[in-house]
């Protein structure tokens, strides 16, 4: 097997895995649905985008931010321009939680309502 042949073998290898991924894991690969809310991100347990999160869920889905190693610094999630979303309290300290079902398609960005445009995310409800 030449060079070109063992890189490309290796290659498909490398996505067949990633896409049979089972959907747990730090970084990326967890649950439809799921952002850490850390110290100044948002980031996306799916797909491990971060600042802004991104994440695409279909219509009916629940959405959850969890606060982790957050320590005393406080932050929120907060609804940016339209379609709208109810934002969270100000919450302080890890493992806070905030969950909303989003029932209708559309693009919600939200940020931050301590930090701003240091902390962004965006979920595409389809």
Do not use: R
């Not at 073998?9 to 894991?25: E, F």
């Not at 991100?41 to 695409?56: R, W």
């Not at 398609?105 to 389809?126: F, L, N, R, S, W």
Request: proline share 4%; aromatic share 8%.
């Amino acid at each position: 097997m030449n060079f070109l042949t063992g890189w490309l073998l290796a290659a498909a290898a490398t996505v067949a895995l990633a896409c049979s991924s089972d959907n747990t894991g730090p970084g990326g690969g967890g649950a439809v649905g799921t952002v850490t809310v850390g110290n100044i991100f948002f980031q996306s347990g799916h797909n491990g985008t971060k600042n802004p999160a991104i994440d695409t869920i279909p219509v009916g889905t629940a959405v959850t931010w969890t606060w982790t190693n957050t320590g005393s610094t406080s932050h929120s999630v907060e609804s940016e321009d339209a379609p709208s979303f109810a934002s969270s309290q100000i919450l302080t300290g890890s493992g806070k939680t905030y969950s909303l079902t989003f029932t209708s398609p559309g693009t919600y960005k939200y940020d931050c309502a301590v930090h701003g445009e240091a902390m962004t995310g965006t979920i595409v409800v389809q």
